[in-house]
């Protein structure tokens, strides 16, 4: 059974920082794919950020890149987002996702591709 947490969350003043961690638990995949989305009220479930376990790709949405980070830890099986240079519109619940395939970039940035998810982390960035 795989098992995503996120943690690391949090209230931070625009032009601040946040690192949130996603722990993997359950992993039997040799080249999975894990990303970073995130929900805004009202809204819906939008692509942040994605890495490719084996290789260590990785993808951003165009309103993160150059601010954000995604990385991993292999030892910990435990996925990265680095937030950095935050503004207001980056406030919503950050949401962990995994799948076991090496997803090509067609696909890479569709939620419906991931078959786990974490339970969601609040990310409020104050003005």
């Known amino acids: 059974q795989v098992q995503l947490v996120e943690s690391g969350g949090g209230l931070v003043q625009a032009g601040g920082s946040l690192r949130l961690s996603c722990a993997a638990s359950g992993f039997t995949f040799s080249r999975p794919t894990m990303a970073w989305f995130r929900q805004a009220p009202g809204k819906e479930r939008e692509f942040v950020a994605a890495l490719r376990w084996s290789g260590g790709n990785s993808y951003y949405a165009d309103s993160v890149k150059g601010r954000f980070s995604i990385s991993r830890d292999n030892a910990k099986n435990t996925a990265y987002l680095q937030m950095n240079r935050m503004n207001p519109e980056d406030t919503a619940v950050y949401y962990c996702?995994?799948?076991?395939?090496?997803?090509?970039?067609?696909?890479?940035?569709?939620?419906?591709?991931?078959?786990?998810w974490g339970q969601g982390t609040q990310v409020t960035v104050s003005s």
């Open positions: 996702a995994a799948t076991g395939r090496t997803l090509i970039l067609s696909s890479i940035r569709l939620k419906d591709e991931y078959d786990h």
